[in-house]
């Protein structure tokens, strides 16, 4: 494709995008790229940045998600932001260093209302029709072959191993989000959103990352599926400040374990928390995978004019 349909069809899906957003009263805001804080997160690394006079260094945003809830707990409402985020050591053909991230928050809402939103952004930029709403467990016994709210450690390795997928030797605390993780990407999303986009919700309560838990223990988090490709991926936003600081503590653990080191605590991030910060859902969907499937591609890469091939 060349550079001039490349740059109208991102235009054109950005702008189907925001037609979404703005008739149900979302306001477009912009959030700094550059922070002194950054929210932790077990597998994901931002990218540091250490200006002449500082001590400590500031970080390239590996999502807004940390400077929108402040903006929520200052009584924004219902926002939505195309942020370029950045992630060291991301690439493949559906990742990469620096990309663009579609993040959206709704103060009030549930997942029960994320299927509609959703819904209207595939159809309004792939021209699908509706989406399929699927959980966990019914999706791992479908095609995997195993519930994995009982299943252990070694029962998700043995269906990896079993759908012929080399399994790494691990141990240690989270060697169970290991092998959920991989059944998951290698062996049930590929065989998700064929037709419909389904969305994948109802999730063990060790993956939660930053969604509450009902009831039941169960994550109330999602991610949206397109042709086998995650999209997106969100949850009702866990708002107790105890709660954020127990997560952003086990996140650290887990990076300490893997030799990667913790990453600060995120002060101003946790001090918005409590009684100022609305119960509501958050979201984010990745921008330039949106418009590789509204392309027929196959890499994001194929999708930006400009980016770095170094």
């Not at 946790?270 to 958050?282: F, R």
Request: hydrophobic share 45%; glycine share 10%.
């Amino acid at each position: 494709m060349t550079v001039r349909p490349l740059l109208e069809l991102r235009a054109g899906v950005r702008r189907s995008l925001r037609d979404v957003f703005e008739r149900r009263g979302f306001v477009e805001v912009d959030t700094p790229v550059l922070s002194r804080e950054v929210l932790p997160e077990a597998h994901i690394d931002p990218l540091p940045v250490l200006l002449e006079g500082d001590e400590r260094p500031r970080f390239l945003q590996a999502s807004p998600e940390a400077l929108m809830k402040r903006l929520l707990a200052g009584g924004s409402g219902p926002i939505y932001q195309f942020a370029q985020s950045f992630r060291a050591g991301e690439r493949g053909s559906l990742h990469d260093v620096e990309f663009c991230l579609l993040e959206w928050y709704e103060p009030g809402a549930g997942l029960a209302g994320v299927g509609g939103i959703v819904a209207e952004m595939c159809a309004t930029t792939l021209g699908t029709r509706g989406v399929d709403t699927v959980t966990c467990r019914e999706a791992f016994l479908t095609h995997a072959g195993l519930d994995p709210f009982v299943a252990t450690a070694a029962d998700l390795e043995a269906a990896a191993t079993a759908a012929g997928i080399d399994v790494p030797s691990t141990a240690g605390a989270d060697r169970w989000d290991r092998g959920f993780e991989l059944v998951l990407s290698q062996v049930v999303q590929p065989r998700l959103g064929r037709g419909v986009p389904v969305l994948l919700v109802d999730w063990p309560a060790s993956q939660a990352a930053f969604a509450r838990l009902d009831e039941r223990g169960v994550a109330r988090r999602f991610e949206l599926f397109v042709e086998g490709v995650e999209l997106a991926n969100g949850w009702e936003e866990e708002t107790s400040r105890a709660v954020l600081e127990e997560r952003i503590a086990e996140a650290n653990e887990i990076r300490t374990r893997s030799g990667r080191g913790p990453l600060p605590v995120p002060q101003r991030l946790v001090a918005a928390h409590g009684d100022g910060m609305p119960a509501g859902v958050g979201a984010a969907l990745g921008f330039d995978r949106l418009v590789m499937l509204a392309a027929g591609a196959r890499s994001i890469h194929e999708v930006r004019w400009l980016r770095d091939e170094s």
